[in-house]
């Protein structure tokens, strides 16, 4: 048997999520599907994939042994082509969906299939076939899953884009042409000669998705300068939408009419109706009603829309009887489209009206070279300043260097109720029950700043000196100089204990990560100017 079955994950609903043919958050379990993340190269590449390349030379995995000599060439050259994109010493990892079976599988150095973890599903593919094509998945009872071939097969090709912060255009890359991605179930073959077939009509259809973001920090220049861009990945698609499931004596029809608006797409369709026939007769229709959440905001059209699932009601195969239907009811708080900033640090909404993705940071970094300063002549130390007044240098006298920067960015705090945000959140019966579901958020708790203080204690001799001044106390922006000079007329030696307490504040509104922060101190004799 194939079941077929309607599912929804109730896990809350991430920003750059995109629904299903079926609606947001749902799952039709029908037929099955092999799909791959490729690693580097696409293992069936010609020229370069992990199937038709040596692979990883012995040499580099002998690590006790020193590497010299023509060794030393060749693994150099190995890894310069592994970084290029010449080789792949990694192979992609392929994902299995079918009938109840779930779980990955990648080919070892020998071209054959090893599930991950071990599973007693035996795998068959030609590893000399380029492109891969067919893929044949065997269970513990005989049944053979017949994946791909002529018909059955997506491609894709992805393609880079970056963006300054004003969304103007900077680069785009296209890492492959298209690549076989997905291997659809065509066939199910019992021992007995039973067989259940799948058909599927082409669908093309463009996503965009991985909105990342890098900051780029100049400490070279002479004015400290801070530049970033944006990036997505948009992935171009020839794929299919399954059509019919044909069986003995009967057959299941997937009926498809509307275009998708929440894709790039002219001919993404989103499901209507499933119709179950036998013997040429149509025994039932399940029609499948939806809509769109709609979002707010600047940006394309298709990015503000997602599908939306609102009822599944069954009828007669005339259509002249029906029950009532499965209601579907959500959380309509509005989220923002599709790509853009709003969103936690795991990619759920969180209502914050963020322009930028990434979040507050105060950062150290130490004996970076730097040249445009401030002098101050009491100390001989030299205090940065940069025009942005989020970001700071320190440097001593003896050119050692601690750089704070700090960078107002988002807010990438989680947010609750916000995060349930377009959730599921009651579904009404037939029979007029209905079950309402609860969300709350998961908790988590993060390190607290260890500010560390510590006690110092030096002795200073003091010729000539009954005591040393009294210096006041303040509170002062680092650097600091405090000096403390003895009086005249005195011809014995004095010790003097000096005490200087330090209190640390994370200087950053809303930052919860901050950093520790550990002063140093130098005592410096100013008659030798020598550091004591």
């Known amino acids: 048997s194939v079941p077929v079955s309607l599912s929804y994950h109730p896990s809350g609903i991430r920003l750059d999520e995109e629904s299903s043919w ?41 690590y006790a042994r020193p590497i010299t000599g023509g060794d030393a060439t060749t693994l150099t050259n190995y890894l310069l082509n592994a970084t290029l994109n010449h080789t792949d010493p990694e192979p992609d990892i392929y994902y299995f969906n079918f009938n109840g079976y779930s779980g990955k599988f990648v080919f070892d150095a ?27 998945v065997i269970t513990e009872d005989g049944i053979k899953y017949k994946f791909g071939g002529t018909g059955y097969v997506e491609e894709s090709r992805p393609e880079y884009a970056k963006y300054d912060d004003a969304g103007g255009f900077l680069s785009q890359s296209k890492l492959h042409q298209y690549f076989n991605s997905a291997w659809y179930l065509r066939e199910i073959r019992t021992p007995n000669g039973e067989t259940v077939t799948f058909t599927y009509i082409a669908e093309n259809c463009q996503t965009e998705s991985n909105l990342s973001q890098t900051r780029f920090v100049d400490f070279n220049s002479s004015v400290l300068s801070i530049y970033s861009n944006n990036s997505t990945v948009k992935n171009y698609i020839l794929g299919l939408r399954l059509s019919k499931i044909n069986f003995n004596n009967g057959e299941v029809e997937f009926y498809t009419n509307k275009t998708r608006e929440d894709l790039n797409t002219t001919t993404a369709k989103a499901l209507e109706k499933i119709i179950v026939r036998q013997n040429g007769s149509t025994l039932l229709n399940y029609v499948f009603t939806t809509s769109y959440f709609q979002s707010t905001g600047t940006g394309p059209e298709y990015l503000k829309k997602r599908l939306k699932l609102n009822s599944v009601q069954e009828f007669s195969g005339d259509l002249a009887r029906s029950k009532p239907p499965y209601l579907f009811t959500y959380d309509e708080t509005p989220m923002s489209p599709r790509n853009s900033f709003g969103q936690d640090h795991w990619g759920y909404y969180n209502g914050k009206p963020n322009t930028v993705l990434i979040p507050a940071v105060a950062d150290k970094q130490k004996d970076i070279t730097r040249t445009s300063s401030i002098y101050d002549p009491n100390s001989g130390d030299y205090l940065l300043e940069n025009n942005n007044t989020n970001n700071f240098d320190y440097v001593d006298g003896n050119g050692l260097k601690n750089k704070i920067i700090r960078y107002n960015g988002a807010d990438r705090e989680p947010q609750f109720p916000a995060m349930r945000a377009l959730s599921l959140i009651k579904v009404t019966y037939p029979t007029g029950g209905y079950t309402n579901y609860s969300y709350e958020p998961h908790s988590y708790k993060l390190p607290q700043p260890k500010y560390v203080f510590q006690s110092y204690s030096k002795s200073i001799t003091a ?31 004095l010790f003097a204990d000096i005490t200087i307490d330090f209190s640390a504040l994370c200087c950053m509104d809303q930052l919860k990560l901050c950093p520790s922060v550990r002063p140093t101190i130098y005592l410096k004799d100013i008659t030798t100017n020598q550091m004591v």
Request: charged letters at 10%; proline letters at 8%; glycine letters at 8%.
């Open 22 to 62: 079926v609606g947001l958050g749902w799952v039709l379990n029908a037929g099955g599907v092999i799909t791959r993340s490729v690693a580097g190269v696409n293992d069936d590449d010609p020229s370069w994939g992990y199937l038709n390349t040596p692979g990883i030379p012995s040499r580099l995995m002998e």
């Open 110 to 136: 020998n071209g054959v299939a090893q599930t991950i973890p071990y599973s007693t599903l035996r795998i068959e593919a030609n590893p000399n076939e380029s492109p891969l094509t067919n893929f044949t």
């Open 463 to 493: 010729d000539n000196s009954t005591a040393a001044n009294n210096v006041a106390t303040s509170t002062v922006n680092m650097p600091q100089v405090i000096q403390a000079i003895p009086n005249a007329n005195v011809t014995t030696t």
